[in-house]
């Protein structure tokens, strides 16, 4: 398929008009013998692509066997939509419209992309990570040759006054870093597993997935020639289009499956009772069962069972009113989410604001201390729980101990006594979701610190100089100089912590042994309540909406956040 | 002069004050942590002990006889002396006289025979409380006693010479301890739950997440940041709009789609799904963005490829932000929780990460916090580790993309 020399002009073509991407629009498009022969066959194998993808579209709209109802119409629908657009290339290619091979472009690329995927799937190559992760686990003490490496690196870093002794170590920690990860490599049986997965070429599948792939990527190849590309007219500026493309690709394409795919499809499920292999649809019926609530008068002396219809249960009782609910523990799981929520942000967010501008008035040891506040976010939630668990146990924990010593001391002042206590925290409906915020509270109490000294070194010292000479006190430089000039930090932190302990499930879910949720639902939380129904009961239909209802939520509570940042903001 | 001095007092005294408030918030971070790294070098017998006790004792033993016996604490006759415990000898009852409380006997069990019987034992109330009575025959003479407290006469020997007894109550010997590490709790760990394997299971998904994550997000950002595409402003938009949307919505979908793609219960569940950042992407394009279009103009000039200007010029400089996006990545994927509880489902030990093995101890061995708090240590170092190693990169990457 070698192009001869830029030979004669082609056929004239007609002048190409409203293309965004051309920027050569006044020069006719010169097109060669061998470029006209490509376009065609450029047409001919999206006639048949398009013809292959209805096939396929047809195929899975018959496919019974495939239980997911939903699943199979939004794949049959894309399947359908790649068609469409296969037609659109082939019509545009044939008419030497510049967008016709930009269509083309993307479409062999994404099935390329699509069936090359395929092709390592029905090799095997990602279910052999369970493979490659047992040899790892045999040969990893080999990465102590990375860690010796990164160690003779960082050695360099002390050489700043002799810049080729420090190259020399940076040089020689790269090559000893890349030569212990070839060794490795070599050791879990690199050369092996590839011989593996090429000896599975012979299955058809495989060898049909193969040809597909080559056919994509030869079409994407022969329309990125720079011959076609000056048949269509397009110029620098498509081509750092298709660069563009080709670089954000492996981002967007993931983005698509991993994300968007998946949160459309979440918006299906909430109107179905998926269990996870079957599907129906039910309308708003999940949403409505959620949000069922009852209000009612109970004459005095009257149970609320009386008055509440059937199906719903007593939520809350306000003297002579009652609400009832028909999922309660929704609601309950909701308000606790909100105490938390709240709780957490107040005591990790004031506190590390204090400690913050202890740290910031340059003292001598800074960073030691910097370094140890931020210990508890490196540890994560589980290890912490777990640690925490212990802590608070009633008999032999640490929290129960300190608090007596503490009353100890007081009792020693005369006329104070004080028994000594005995809280179950954990293992109390009054306390037991008290002990998780404070313990989430202690865990993002130095990250929140680390996040606030980082903005007050932000602030000028020139402008506290300026207030000093005019005669301000600490305090006044605080409240009005400082919080100020420290509005978007403060925005910054109290919007992440919200947005995180908004959706708090681990804590609980360690915390408060399996399947979780506290004595009496006490510590029951919006995502806790989502798994519960998700995958203890399978309802997942119903789950994905309580999801749903979470997700608008923690978006309100941000766009809140957003409106007060705006209106406060330069306060 | 005067002055001078007072300032220099009030300067010394807020920093003690300082330093006062910022260790004891120290010690408050970092309490929990001593508290299992000790206890993870707990005897088993050590571990519930009233009042707790941070470090780990022992009781210290003997060899008598060629046996090993545990040392104690001793009131004999000539004073305060360490012994070795030989015989835990029989069981001792403390009886105290009800017309004279303050008369005690010590006797066997047998000894004493309830007042009207087993079956309807009297009772007598001493000091608010309600005790059984019972009746013991002392100086020929059956006397009407209470139980006071029970205790194990012990026999004991001078461990340097076993020729010499001593016959003591075990509650009044105390007995003879020094801190020692139980290391083989470790061992027992290992042994316990695979902490091993779900540990480079860790690394190994950690690495990868890491490296996938940083390459296409060096690459999307420079895309964003760079190249001039159609829908790229509109498609930057929605990837900032991405970042706001919690990961609790795509739960339920992402399990389904690990169903249809066969990867319950697979390493690949935890790695693929994870290697496409939209905040990652952003951070990069966010510092490609800040470098002068000189550098590049002039490659291009030469006619350097696209990929051949990133690879030498923009990585390169990209250094520090790849550094900082790599160490918080490493965080997410080293401890993510929900997603491996919810893929990794149906008890396949082999491919469980930390978080999940140290839930599933912490069950297993819900009677020795000893072991967890060893499963803990184990899962909790090498992320320390690395922040010791790699200390500028995690707290300046947190200081310099928190203040956007």
């Not at chain 1, 082609?10 to 293309?19: E, N, Q, R, T």
């Not at chain 1, 979440?266 to 039910?282: H, M, P, R």
């Not at chain 1, 309660?328 to 909100?338: G, K």
């Not at chain 1, 979470?550 to 209106?567: E, G, K, M, S």
Request: proline share 5%; charged share 10%.
């Amino acid at each position: 398929m070698r192009e001869g020399s830029q030979g004669e002009p082609g056929s004239p073509c007609d002048p190409i008009k409203g293309k965004p991407m051309a920027t050569t629009t006044a020069r006719k498009p010169a097109t060669t013998a061998g470029a006209a022969l490509v376009i065609r066959l450029g047409a001919a194998w999206h006639a048949l692509l398009a013809f292959g993808l209805v096939a396929a579209a047809w195929a899975l709209l018959q496919a019974r066997w495939v239980q997911r109802d939903g699943l199979r119409l939004y794949v049959a629908g894309l399947i359908l939509l790649g068609a469409v657009a296969s037609v659109i290339a082939l019509v545009l290619l044939l008419r030497r419209d510049g967008r016709g091979r930009a269509i083309s472009l993307g479409l062999n690329y994404i099935f390329g992309v699509g069936s090359l995927l395929s092709l390592l799937g029905v090799l095997g190559l990602y279910i052999s990570l369970d493979e490659v992760a047992a040899s790892f686990n045999r040969w990893v003490w080999l990465l102590l040759g990375v860690l010796v490496g990164f160690l003779i690196g960082s050695v360099g870093d002390r050489f700043t006054h002799a810049p080729t002794t420090q190259a020399a170590f940076h040089r020689a920690g790269g090559w000893v870093m890349g030569a212990s990860a070839i060794i490795l490599l070599l050791a879990m049986g690199l050369i092996q597993g590839v011989i593996g997965l090429l000896s599975g070429l012979g299955n058809p599948l495989a060898l049909v997935l193969l040809s597909a792939t080559v056919l994509f990527g030869l079409f994407f190849w022969l329309m990125l020639r720079p011959q076609i590309a000056v048949a269509f007219g397009a110029g620098e500026r498509d081509a750092e289009a298709v660069s563009g493309f080709l670089f954000i690709a492996p981002n967007l394409l993931g983005f698509m499956l991993f994300f968007a795919g998946p949160l459309l499809f979440s918006l299906y499920l909430s109107f179905t009772n998926s269990d996870s292999f079957t599907a129906e649809f039910v309308g708003l019926r999940n949403y409505i069962e959620i949000f069922s609530l009852q209000f009612a008068q109970v004459p005095p002396g009257q149970r609320s069972g009386a008055v509440l219809s059937s199906g719903y249960i007593e939520l809350v009782r306000l003297g002579d009113f009652v609400v009832g609910a028909k999922d309660r523990i929704f609601w309950i799981a909701l308000w606790n989410t909100i105490v938390y929520c709240f709780w957490v942000t107040m005591l990790s967010v004031v506190p590390a604001l204090l400690v913050a501008t202890i740290l910031n008035s340059k003292i001598p040891g800074m960073q030691f201390f910097r370094a140890i506040y931020f210990i508890p976010s490196i540890a994560g939630v589980v290890g912490v729980a777990v640690i925490w668990k212990w802590l608070y146990n009633s008999n032999i924990g640490f929290l129960n101990y300190g608090i007596n010593q503490v009353l100890g001391l007081f009792n020693r002042l005369p006329f104070v006594e004080i028994a000594p206590v005995q809280i179950a925290w954990l293992a109390s409906q009054q306390t037991a979701l008290a002990s998780i915020i404070i313990m989430a509270a202690w865990q993002l109490l130095g990250f929140n610190t680390i996040l606030f000294l980082a903005g007050l070194q932000g602030i000028p010292g020139e402008i506290y100089e300026a207030a000093t000479i005019d005669g301000a006190s600490n305090l006044q430089r605080f409240r009005y100089m400082t919080l100020p000039l420290l509005a978007p930090t403060t925005f910054f932190v109290v919007t992440t912590t919200l947005i995180t302990t908004l959706q708090v499930f681990s804590e609980p879910f360690v915390m408060t042994p399996p399947p979780g949720g506290g004595p009496n639902n006490s510590t029951m939380t919006a995502v806790l309540y989502l798994y519960q129904r998700g995958f203890n009961r399978f309802e997942q239909g119903y789950a994905a909406a309580v999801a749903w209802v979470v997700f608008l939520f923690i978006f309100a509570v941000t766009l809140v956040q957003f409106r007060l940042q705006r209106r406060y903001g330069d306060m | 002069m005067k002055r001078a001095r007072s300032y220099q007092t009030q300067k010394w005294l807020t920093y003690i004050a300082a330093y006062a408030v910022l260790t004891m918030f120290g010690l408050l971070i970092i309490f929990p942590f001593m508290f299992m790294f000790f206890t993870s070098f707990k005897a088993s017998g050590d571990v519930f002990r009233s009042p707790p006790q941070l470090l780990p004792y022992s009781v210290q033993t003997a060899s008598v006889n060629g046996e090993t016996v545990p040392l104690y604490r001793v009131e004999t006759p000539e004073g305060l002396r360490t012994l070795a415990l030989v015989d835990q000898g029989a069981l001792l009852v403390i009886f105290a006289s009800v017309d004279d409380p303050s008369r005690t006997f010590e006797r066997a069990p047998r000894d004493a025979k309830p007042v009207g019987g087993f079956t309807a034992q009297e009772q007598i109330t001493v000091d608010g409380e309600t005790k059984l009575l019972w009746e013991i025959e002392e100086g020929g003479q059956t006397l009407p006693v209470f139980e006071l407290s029970r205790g194990r006469m012990g026999v004991f020997v001078d461990p340097d010479d076993p020729q010499v007894t001593f016959d003591a109550s075990l509650t009044d010997a105390t007995p003879v301890e020094r801190i020692d590490l139980q290391i083989q709790n470790y061992q027992r760990v290992l042994e316990l739950q695979n902490i091993d394997r779900s540990l480079t299971n860790t690394m190994l998904v950690t690495i990868l997440v890491v490296i996938g994550q940083v390459v296409t997000s060096v690459l999307g950002g420079y895309a964003f940041a760079r190249l001039r595409f159609p829908g790229r402003d509109s498609l930057f938009v929605v990837y900032l709009g991405t970042i706001m949307i919690p990961f609790v919505v795509l739960i339920i979908p992402m399990y389904q789609l690990m169903v249809i793609v066969g990867w319950v219960d697979r390493i690949a569940a935890l790695v693929m799904p994870w290697i496409f950042t939209a905040y990652g992407t952003f951070l990069m394009r966010q510092f490609f963005i800040s470098i002068p279009k000189d550098l590049e103009e002039a490659a291009l000039m030469d006619g350097a490829s696209r990929l051949r200007i990133l690879w030498q010029i923009f990585v390169p400089l990209a250094g520090p932000a790849i550094a900082t996006q790599a160490t918080f990545t490493f965080l997410y994927a080293w401890n993510s929780f929900v997603w491996p509880l919810i893929v990794i489902n149906t008890g396949n030990f082999g491919n469980q990460v930390l978080t999940l093995s140290l839930m599933v101890l912490q069950g297993r061995a819900a009677e020795s916090p000893n072991l967890v708090m060893a499963g803990t240590t184990i899962a909790v170092s090498v992320p320390l580790l690395i922040f010791v190693l790699a200390q500028r990169y995690f707290v300046e990457g947190i200081a310099t993309t928190g203040i956007k």
